[in-house]
């Protein structure tokens, strides 16, 4: 069961395209390297990192956790050059919400997810850390 909050927190979302263009975010396309840190009441998870491809098509940091899962997100809004969203995933054991927003700097990103995990009363923050390491394939 924890397992998968963990993996929920390396969320955002696999399989899910954003359709929606940010060209005057200060943010490089290319492939980028994302580390997140769960927090949640107790317990800290040690940092996990992967790689994505971004663009200014499809900006919104995404992970490897709930795949299969039906996810969705929503109510995009960007200020400058920060980016937030809310989002809502079907698990296996009821909706997870929550909402997420990150800050692009050209080469590197920071940002923060919470979502709440109703069906064990659980609240995770997540924070992310992303910077450019090259090109996409």
Known sequence: MLRKLFAASFIL?????????????????GLWEITVKNQ???MDTPPMTQTQCLSKEDF?????GYQGEKCKI???KITGNTVTWSHEC????????GT???????????????MLVPH???NITTEMDGRRIGDCD
């Not at 919104?60 to 490897?64: D, H, L, N, Q, V």
């Not at 692009?104 to 997810?113: D, E, L, P, Q, R």
């Open 13 to 29: 979302f696999a399989g899910i395209s954003i359709c929606f263009a940010a060209p005057g975010l200060n943010m490089q396309e």
């Open 40 to 42: 949640m009441p107790g």
């Open 60 to 64: 919104i940091p995404k992970g490897s």
């Open 74 to 76: 929503e109510d995009i």
């Open 90 to 97: 079907e698990s296996e054991g009821g909706k997870i919400k």
């Open 100 to 114: 997420g927003t990150v800050t692009y700097s050209g080469n590197s990103f920071k940002g923060t997810m919470m």
């Open 120 to 122: 064990v009363n659980l």
